[in-house]
């Protein structure tokens, strides 16, 4: 009884982190990950295959970047593509630069595992 007891609490804890360590991997709101899907497959040929491999993508990008460094890589890529002033600010910044090389990192590890 004693052993029985013991296993169902280590049962239990251990559901308990893997079921923090999903929440942490998980923290991509579901619009985001179909944005990105989208987005990539137009760019790999709108195909069965190009949803698997965009899928898997995003998946590995996600266990690299949280969320809102994703956002903000993003969000620098996009206003990087600016011309004037506003894209110069940004591709001036050491901050800026190094949330564009993250970016392009996880997506480099992304493309070998999934494409």
Do not use: H, W
């Not at 619009?31 to 491999?53: E, H, I, P, W």
């Not at 690299?64 to 011309?83: D, G, H, K």
Request: charged share 20%; proline share 2%.
């Amino acid at each position: 009884m004693r052993f029985l007891s013991a296993f169902l609490i280590l049962a239990q804890l251990s559901l308990a982190v893997g079921l923090a360590r999903a929440a942490d991997l998980n923290d991509y709101p579901t619009a985001a990950r179909a944005d990105y899907v989208f987005g990539c497959m137009k760019a790999n040929g709108d195909t069965r295959l190009s949803l698997d491999q965009c899928s898997c993508s995003i998946d590995v990008i996600a266990t690299i970047l949280p969320y809102e460094r994703y956002v903000a890589a993003e969000t620098v890529a996009s206003v990087n593509q600016q011309a004037g002033q506003v894209g110069a600010l940004m591709r001036n910044t050491d901050a800026a630069r190094d949330m564009l090389q993250d970016l392009r990192r996880a997506q480099a590890e992304a493309q070998v595992r999934c494409f």
